[in-house]
């Protein structure tokens, strides 16, 4: 009858395990658990808590005053009590079933009269209380060396420890010590490994046991006939020298069937996929009733399987993380029928060396898989659903470039297929050629032997669904940033790497609109300004040709050609002129505005495209600031002005807007320009930045003067802003110092 | 000639060429010319020399030709002048009820153009 809850009792077999039965009749002692010597599924007997209670009681009333184990029982207003020294805490840690219905465990030191209450155990963890009787309590090294103590001996027993902490709570009166392990079914079978590797401890608890096996129960024979074996080994080497694994695991040993957990089924197959050797666990699961009866119909794994197994393939696939790896086999069972069945490698057996010519492995009922605590759980839903919701696009892949796992996000992003990606187990991301040809395998590569990688504006397209299964039919480029991070484990190699992908194709877009508009309107402003040299350069050559035609006396030819050249120049002129009207044409759209609300228009346009570690203070002024201009163009040169003071501050910071009207009392120039006395809307932005030079202040506005790197700036910026204040009948002036920061100040006329 | 006062032409133009080919041809006229490259200049010459009319570019790099003649006029009230300009967008900054003001000369101008202006500057002397 098993226990309903997180674990579902102790198997009988574990507790054979586990107790020290030196003082007990063995006989009687399983009869209180439940069982009876003939019955034959020793297997399927596991304590519940009444059978536990009571064999227990009899345990303790049958201890005699050895010091190895002692415990007293006592019951106390309907709760168990086991009393028992504080050494043998980890014991008791180690017999989950006892505690979960409420049987306290109280370990006194009775040196110190110090006691310890075990205040819950599950699947998880416990929680340990400690009290003292006297006024005293130990110190708190006393507790670490006990923490130390418990830890040592549940590793010893394989738990794999995942939190423990100690701390003093009611007024330091109460030392209260929790340990969290990971939820996995109790490792019996390392747990014995560990012990086999030193054979004197095992000889001893197995001849204890000795002495109280009635000859007639074959499973105890069993026991006893391995101890003695190992005993006699160990006399034979004079044991220096731990037993080897091998020799532990090797196909005919009989401990073959003590060392799987009940429920497990274990084969043993050579480099053909014959079989070797098979458990009782196994051969229950597939319906044989021995190893000649099962390898008499199906001597190979491939057999069992209907189907072609290879020993190298097969092994690589268990050693794998991959989703697909994880799937049951299919096996045929005796009457026929097929069972699924979770194919595992042991767990101590991953990397020892007599794998090369055989492999242990183990099958396991898939619907017997451990469940996971409450915590775990919860924490394991927890980071799922950052996987799952995060608006990134994330994929990780394993060491050969193998994706286990992307997010929707990504299967939206690319439009991928996700099943060929992920599921069919054979596309390589590091050999998608698409991919390649964009530099991302490189730098996967790179990531994969341990770098943080960062790709930015990545550009990805592929319309074709036969090149690649990632972008698979998008029919526009996306714009990415890609970044890429290996996960490391605690010796700091790599195990997997994380790729996130982040769509900025938007916010480009936006930058490259931002950048085409400053290039149309440099195109009108570089239009006017050649249009004036062009035009003094052919108010060079038609007066000159004037000037030939009077002094040509009587020539013919001469007037002529000279007339030739003064009308070509002419001709030159009028195009010019037409281009001018034309980029005037598309230029001005003069309309009253309101400065503050131009200005705040800007700041929302510019978002993206200044970096985010500057912000923008705009301090406008409280009367409403009303001039006629091109609100396109007062954008121009707002942005423009913006990026310049960002540019300015390299390591972030802020930049000041601020409007308000000034009255001019008289004329005003700056580089060239004048404007009249009168009222203005002055517009101020100002950087704390690293200031311009005075050489290079008096060509800030030159178009294509730029004092940023090839390729960063157009140079044409500045020039702009000059030419659209100018046509607007404005003013613009900088105020400037070294690494203290610059002003720019753009007047218009009041309107 | 005789019939012609003795004017001198002051020519304030920053590009050299058009300075020159300009020079010829008022001189050619019958008129003193004398060319100076920049408003500063213009504005030193006139406190020790005297012009009828002064022909100035309006796009002189470093004050605005605009700028040049309302200084020359302070110091020589009578003085009149006209603009040369290769972008008609300058235009937008001359004061056209000024009494000095004669008007403009769009380059690239030619030799009729010049004569045009020139005379009706100097026709109501």
Known sequence: ?751 | MSTRDHHRVLIVEDDSMIADVLGDIITSFGYETVWVSNGKDAINLVETQAFSVAVIDLELPEMPGTEVAKRLKRLIPQLKYIFSTGYSEQEDHIDPNDPGFYGVIRKPFEIIDIQAAIENALSNH
Not at chain 1, 711 to 740: D, P
């Open chain 1, 1 to 751: 009858m098993r226990n309903a809850g997180l674990l579902s009792g102790l198997p009988l077999k574990a507790a054979l395990h586990i107790l020290d039965l030196k003082q007990v009749d063995l006989v009687r002692f399983m009869e209180l658990c439940g069982y009876s010597p003939d019955q034959s599924d020793l297997e399927a007997s596991w304590l519940t808590i009444d059978n536990w209670k009571n064999a227990a009681e009899y345990l303790i009333k049958n201890a005699s005053g050895k010091k190895d184990l002692f415990f007293e029982a006592g019951r106390r207003s309907g709760e168990f009590e086991l009393l028992g020294a504080i050494e043998f805490l980890p014991w008791f840690l180690s017999t989950p079933a006892l505690l979960i219905h409420n049987i306290k465990v109280i370990l006194s030191e009775l040196d110190n009269l110090l006691v310890a209450h075990i205040d819950y155990i599950h699947f998880g963890g416990c929680r340990i209380s400690f009290w003292s009787n006297s006024d005293e309590m130990p110190p708190p090294c006393y507790f670490s060396f006990l923490q130390g103590y418990v830890l040592a001996a549940l590793e010893l027993w394989n738990c794999k420890i995942t939190g423990c902490s100690g701390e003093f709570e009611n007024d330091d009166t109460l030392w209260v010590m929790s340990f969290g392990w990971e939820p996995r079914e109790f490792r019996y079978r390392r747990a014995m490994e560990e012990l086999l590797v030193e054979p004197d401890f095992f000889v001893e608890l197995f001849d204890g046991l000795r002495r109280f096996s009635p000859s007639q129960d074959k499973r105890l024979n069993k026991l006893i006939d391995i101890s003695e074996k190992l005993r006699s080994k160990a006399e034979e080497k004079k044991v220096t020298q731990p037993v080897q694994r091998s020799s532990v695991s090797s196909p005919n040993d009989q401990y073959l069937d003590l060392l799987t957990p009940l429920y497990d089924g274990e084969i043993r197959i050579n480099r053909k996929c014959e079989i070797l050797n098979a458990n009782d666990g196994a051969l229950s699961l597939l319906g044989y009733s021995s190893t000649d009866d099962l390898c008499s119909n199906y001597p190979t794994l491939g057999n069992l399987l209907n189907r072609k197994i290879d020993f190298e393939d097969l092994r690589k696939q268990l050693r794998s993380d991959r989703p697909e790896s994880r799937q049951p086999f299919a096996f045929e069972k005796q009457d026929g029928l097929m069972a699924e069945l979770l194919v595992l490698l042991p767990e101590s057996m991953s990397g020892s060396a007599e794998e090369n010519e055989e492999l242990s492995i183990i099958l396991r009922n898939p619907s017997l898989q451990p469940k996971y605590s409450f915590e775990l759980g919860r924490t394991r839903q927890f980071l799922e659903a950052i996987f799952l919701n995060n608006p990134a696009g994330l994929q990780i892949i394993d060491m050969e470039g193998y994706t286990i796992r992307v997010n929707p996000q990504l299967v939206k992003m690319f439009n991928l297929d996700a099943h060929a990606v992920v599921g069919d187990g054979v596309y390589n991301i590091l050999q998608d050629r698409t991919l390649r040809d964009i530099g991302l395998s490189d730098q996967l590569e790179q990531a994969l032997a341990g770098d943080h990688v960062i790709l930015n504006a990545l550009r990805m397209h592929n319309t074709s669904k036969k090149e690649s299964p990632f972008c698979n039919g998008i029919s526009h480029p996306i714009i990415v940033n890609v970044t890429a991070y290996p996960l490391k484990n605690r010796s700091g190699s790599v195990y997997n790497v994380v790729v996130s992908y982040t769509d900025i194709t938007e916010s480009y877009l936006v930058q490259q609109q931002l950048s085409q508009i400053d290039k149309l309107q440099s195109i009108g402003t570089l239009t006017s300004g050649i249009a004036h040299d062009f035009n003094n350069i052919l108010g060079a050559i038609v007066p000159n040709a004037d000037l030939i035609i009077h002094s040509a006396g009587k020539s013919e030819i001469i007037k002529k050609k000279a007339m030739a050249i003064k009308t070509a120049s002419k001709r030159a002129a009028a195009l010019t002129q037409q281009l001018v009207s034309f980029a005037r044409e598309t230029q001005s759209d003069i309309r009253t505005l309101d400065m503050n609300n131009c200005v705040r228009e800007a700041i929302e346009l510019i978002g993206n495209a200044i970096p985010k570690n500057v912000s923008i203070d705009f301090e406008p002024d409280r009367e409403k600031l009303v001039t006629r201009a091109d609100p396109l163009q007062m954008q121009q040169v707002l942005i423009n002005l913006i990026i310049n003071a960002s540019d300015a501050i390299p390591k972030g910071g802020i930049i000041t807007i601020k409007t308000h009207m000034k009255q001019l009392r008289s004329r005003t120039t700056f580089g060239g320009n004048i404007i009249p006395p009168g009222n203005y809307v002055l517009l101020s932005v100002v950087d704390e930045g690293i200031g311009i030079p005075r050489d290079v202040v008096e060509r800030v506005f030159d178009p294509f003067f730029t004092t940023k790197e090839k390729g960063r700036g157009t140079g044409l910026g500045l020039s702009v802003v000059h030419g659209i204040v100018k046509s607007h009948k404005g003013l613009i002036t900088i105020s400037t110092e070294r690494n203290k920061g610059t002003r720019f100040d753009v007047y218009l006329p009041e309107a």
